[in-house]
């Protein structure tokens, strides 16, 4: 078997898409971790990939004098090439041991990079949080990566690390068996406010209209549905007031519960593990704020059905969004006074407690938290990941393959890199033993 992310590559690390408004700060990221104890002494052999050679030399310029590391203009390479350009794509993929992929929306250009690396052995990580490409990808490609020992890792952004890594911090934390766990995802903002840049804003518009496709792809899938372990977790409705968290709450709508229940799947049926049970949702403040969310989500939904509606919202996400998406996105200044918080509540039985009889008596609550969710956690979080697949091969399943976070990390040092790079897991209550 051929196996992916050669060592002897030109380059350990390429991002792609590196001037795009995700992309640029990816390119930050790696340049701290270039200096982190991983890679002390030798350094990161690293690059830079995208159309414009003039945009990467600017992004490059742009973080060597943020960080004060007027070097990086020399010591980074600049790739060009272009998703609808296959390949240049191959030519990239050929270099790299993992690919860092930020060109979204990736229903649109995330296949082609994909493909490139499967074929050519380097292993991919995305940010996506669009379920019918995250799922349609291992669908088309598990099989391949395998056949190549190439690691495609999806949804390692804030979409979805902190909640897949979450619930498996969770059970790893309870002295029994964790069998549900409600999240619970709290976004502070600074004084200046905060909003969100459009490419995210496309997805969603993008993925709320394919829902019919996503759903025939899991009809074609035809997977058993998981075991329920324990008492069945109800769920809560479309506005509840959240007792736990003092306002009212909503269920979260991005990828962390298909990404969660697609981990639990390969941990029970690969590794024989005892399945976890997961509901995500999202706190929306008070009441002013539920009925400003209901009056957006009705039109967001209406505009959505319609080609003319879709296009509408795609040119005026300022508008359509009440300014919480941007085509500018946020700046430097709101980011740095943005936070999120994702507490997860568990239950369980204790050791020695038969889970299928009588109910759950033990409860734990753990937390992570971190800086601003989409432009500084989230590529702290990809680069992790990047990081990971290079470092620990032998803590990686044992065959290549198309894989959540949870699922390719579950038995490496992830969670304790993300810790030292800001995003914190913790321990906030457990039942005394």
Known sequence: MATGGDAGREYQLVVLGASGFTGQFVVEQVARAAEAEDFGGAGLRWAVAGRSREKLEGVLQRAAERLAKPQLKSEVDIIICDVGDPPSISEM????????????????????????????????????????????????????????????????????????????????????????????????????????????????VHGIADQDNLKKLRKQLALKPLPVVGARLKRRGSVFYSNELKEYAIPFLG???????????????????SPVQ??????????????????????FLLFTKFSCGRNLL???????????FTQEGPTQKQMDGASFTMIFLGEGYSQGQDPQQGKPNVKICTQVSGPEAGYVATPIAMVQA????????????????????GAAFSKTKLIERLNKSGIHFSVISKPEV
Request: proline share 5%; charged share 20%; hydrophobic share 35%.
């Open 93 to 204: 993929c050929k270099k790299a041991s993992v690919v860092l992929d930020c060109v979204g929306p990736y229903r649109f250009y995330g296949e082609p990079v994909v493909k490139a690396c499967v074929e050519n052995g380097s292993h991919f990580v995305d940010i996506s949080g669009e379920p019918q490409f995250l799922e349609g990808m291992h669908a088309k490609y598990d099989s391949q990566a395998a056949e190549k020992g190439v690691y495609i890792v999806g949804s390692s952004g804030f979409d979805s690390i902190p909640a897949d890594l979450g619930v498996l911090f969770t059970r790893q934390s309870l002295k029994g068996t964790l069998t549900a766990v409600e999240s619970f995802v709290s976004f502070k903002s600074g004084p200046e406010g905060t909003c969100i840049h459009d490419g995210t804003w496309q997805s969603a």
């Open 386 to 405: 990047g990081v990971t697949l290079l470092k620990e091969p032998g803590a990686l399943p044992k065959r290549g393959g198309v894989y959540t976070p």
């Open 278 to 299: 997961y509901s995500a949702y999202v706190a929306v403040g008070g009441i002013t704020s539920v009925i400003k969310l209901m009056f957006a989500g009705l039109l």
């Open 255 to 273: 990828a962390d519960a298909s990404v969660v229940k697609r981990t639990q799947r390969y941990l029970h049926e690969t590794l024989h593990e």
């Open 314 to 324: 795609i040119k005026y996400p300022r508008l359509f969004s009440f300014g919480y």
